[in-house]
């Protein structure tokens, strides 16, 4: 493997950084990318629109795209180095990575011509925001145990039930719903996809008040939402093909970032705190314990430039995303505890203007064990490693080929 930039690929993110330059300040040593958090609000949503226009009219936005929807044709290589260059800038949050990352792609993919039009470019542009609505209370990790229904009326669907932990869905335009269609067939050939009009006076979006006080996922209800038959996506029964196209997407989208964490951070803290009376990175404890960290933010930094590699030479990821999720998210969990222990009695504050760093680490210890959720659970995860990557027997399953309303429900 090579992790050096080869001379057309300097020469990009030479170029990429004079774009950033132009337009945004750079990041003080000390300082971090702008996240937008659990508690965004609507001048960073615009702040976040306004950014993506100005990429989309300098040609800069979803580079992996075609251009005909409004991309630049690149590998995802390139898309990789400018990401890692505009993370050395005040930028704004980033509220389209469901979008870009995975819902477009799914439309290019499975859409109608006319989807393509009337969708793919404007979400390109970053003016419409799209949310995904796949969870619901009684499936847990089992999607293909979905219960929200869509029955065909005339040229339209009526779509009735709930969906939930659906990032952003309070502040979106557009989402991609999958839905049951046929019960008197197995559970995965009975869904079909649409895409929903999150404005529709039928959908409801609740925020979900969480322990770290944020509300960025939500609960949402679908009342007789009336969706036309040309806002389907794929044919009728083909909603599992659909999604798995999503879930692809996703998981390229999530293990190719690298690890990436809070490791420089987490080291000045050590230099701040007192332990002894001396600075606690000079205890032998604390180093090891900072050794470990930086030993697994390094594995995983490397095992993202393995896809990297991979993608420079013109070949497919492999199961490192997979595998970058399941050790990233425990990891970011481990160093937020350990950045409040550091801390002593006062990691248990929670207020900003109290707590080091105006309680980021207590925010972040608080919202990581969703990160261990949301893209796959740490167990989901485990299994397809199990199966797909050392071939492993496949769990039993005592609903395969059942109708699903024939499936036991334990009511």
């Known amino acids: 493997m ?11 993110r030479k170029k990429a950084r004079a774009f950033l330059g132009q337009h945004l300040k750079p990041l003080g040593p000390d300082e971090t990318p702008t996240s937008l958090g659990e508690r965004e609000d609507n001048d ?4 976040a629109k306004d950014w993506q226009a100005t990429k989309f009219d300098n040609g800069w936005a979803v580079l992996t795209w075609p251009t005909e929807f409004g991309g630049q044709a690149m590998g995802r290589l390139e898309a990789s180095v400018f990401a890692q260059e505009e993370a050395k800038f005040k930028a704004p949050p980033s509220i389209y990575g469901i979008g870009h990352g995975m819902l477009g792609p799914t439309i290019m ?5 006319e989807q393509r039009e009337r969708f793919v470019k404007d979400m390109a542009r970053g003016q419409e925001v799209w949310c995904q609505l796949f ?17 065909k009326d005339g040229d339209e669907w009526v779509i009735n039930g709930q969906k939930i932990w659906s990032t952003g869905a309070h502040f979106c335009d557009w989402g991609m719903i999958v839905t049951r269609t046929d019960p008197n067939v197995a559970k995965h050939d009975g869904l079909t996809y649409f895409i929903v009009d999150m404005r529709d006076p039928g959908v409801e979006c609740r925020p979900i008040k969480q322990i770290n006080g944020g509300s960025g996922f939500n609960e949402v209800f679908f009342s007789n939402v009336r969706v036309p038959d040309s806002q389907r996506l794929g044919g009728v029964g083909d909603g599992w093909k659909v999604a798995i196209t999503t879930l692809m997407n996703e998981r390229v989208s999530i293990g190719a970032g690298g690890g990436g964490g809070r490791t420089k951070d987490l080291f000045r803290l050590a230099r701040e705190c007192k332990r002894g009376g001396k600075p606690a990175i000079e205890d032998a404890g604390v180093r090891s314990r900072l050794a470990d960290i930086f030993i697994t933010q390094k594995g995983l930094q490397y095992t993202g430039y393995r896809i990297q590699s991979a993608l420079s030479r013109g070949g497919t990821p492999g199961p490192e995303g997979s595998i970058s999720k399941a050790i990233g998210a425990p990891h970011s969990q481990q160093v937020a505890s350990f950045a409040m222990e550091l801390q002593g009695a006062m990691g248990a504050v929670v207020e900003p203007g109290l707590a080091a760093e105006d309680a980021l680490w207590q925010d972040t210890y608080l919202g990581s064990p969703g990160l261990r959720i949301a893209g796959g659970t740490d167990e989901v995860l485990k299994n397809i490693i199990a199966e797909r990557v050392l071939g492993l027997p496949s769990e039993h399953r005592a609903d395969k080929g059942i109708p699903f309303r024939d499936i036991p429900t334990g009511s």
Not at 2 to 12: G, L, Q, T, V
Not at 44 to 47: D, L
Not at 109 to 113: A, E, I, K, L, N
Request: hydrophobic share 40%; proline share 5%.
């Open 44 to 47: 960073a949503i615009q702040w």
């Open 135 to 151: 969870s619901e209370p009684a499936a847990g990790s089992d999607l293909a145990a979905l219960r929200t229904s869509a029955v």
């Open 109 to 113: 993919s499975h859409g109608t011509d």
């Open 2 to 12: 090579d992790f050096n930039d080869s001379p057309e690929e300097a020469e990009f």
